[in-house]
């Protein structure tokens, strides 16, 4: 009876231990909706209020009108899709199944290619895109994305093909499938866990990539959403309502993407580990 009376004791102070964690780290959040529909005049107020009756949708109203948030969207989508789909599943594939010349070396350039801080690409990337006239251009973003991301993405998917049986590509093999058949085919279902998971480390770094947007994108209405905030920010004041409602905004395609995502990847295993 003590033995019941005392686990029972420790599953409450862990549950309720396991609330305060998540109440503290989701508090920025509600602070950062509520702070999002507040006037200018509550929102700068010493008094602290989480809900009033004054509420304001100029905030959102200014962020849409921007367009930042569908420029971001347009750039890490197809940036993703190129990176995965058409760059590091059939490249990370090829290295994992055969044997070529240089194999290893490419895998020590992919390795040491992440070694280097960003920065120092900036310029060589900014005058390089000026003379192919890709600064200020939706494609030379895009370029650059999936340039800094493709090397990881392959890295990380070759070490997943690894775990996949080569049988599977022999049976395929004997089944009529091409090499692009049987990675789009039959890899590609299989290893929907790992793309996944790429898919959400290439759109995660994508969205959240500030320094490129802000050498590149020149005019205003084509900016994403980190350079789009930061704008709000200016030498003497700043906006706090409107960086309040841009953070929301920003953050509601990241919250919806990994959603999906986390259910994607769990139904991926799960229906991997049925199989016979």
Request: proline residues 5%.
């Amino acid at each position: 009876m003590k033995k019941n009376i005392l686990g029972n004791i420790q599953d409450l102070v862990i549950v309720i231990v396991t609330f305060l964690v998540i109440g503290i780290m989701l508090f920025p959040f509600f602070w950062m909706v509520v702070s999002s529909v507040k006037p200018p005049d509550e929102l700068l107020s010493r008094s602290i209020r989480f809900v009033s009756g004054q509420f304001t949708w100029r905030n959102y109203k200014g962020i849409f009108e921007a367009g930042f948030l569908l420029n971001s969207i347009l750039v890490c989508s197809i940036s993703t899709g190129l990176c995965v789909y058409l760059i590091a599943l059939p490249a990370a594939y090829s290295i994992s199944r055969y044997k070529f010349p240089g194999k290893s070396l490419i895998v020590v350039i992919m390795g040491f290619t992440q070694m280097f801080p960003w920065i120092i690409l900036v310029t060589p990337v900014f005058m390089f895109f000026c003379i192919f006239h890709l600064v200020n251009s939706y494609l030379g973003l895009i370029i650059t994305y999936v340039a800094i991301t493709v090397p990881f993405s392959i890295y990380m998917l070759m070490g997943y093909f690894e775990t996949i049986p080569k049988n599977i590509d022999d049976a395929a093999a004997i089944d009529g499938c091409s090499t692009l058949g049987t990675i789009f085919r039959v890899i590609l279902p299989i290893s929907s866990p790992g793309l996944v998971a790429i898919a959400t480390y290439t759109f995660a770094i994508t969205w959240n990539e500030f320094l490129f947007a802000l050498t590149l994108m020149i005019q205003t209405e084509k900016k994403t959403v980190p350079v789009g905030i930061a704008n709000f920010l200016g030498q003497y004041s700043a906006d706090w309502g409107v960086v309040m409602a841009a953070s929301v905004v920003a953050a509601i395609p990241t919250v919806i993407f990994f959603t999906i995502i986390q259910r994607r990847l769990v139904g991926g295993l799960l229906a991997g580990s049925l199989k016979q």
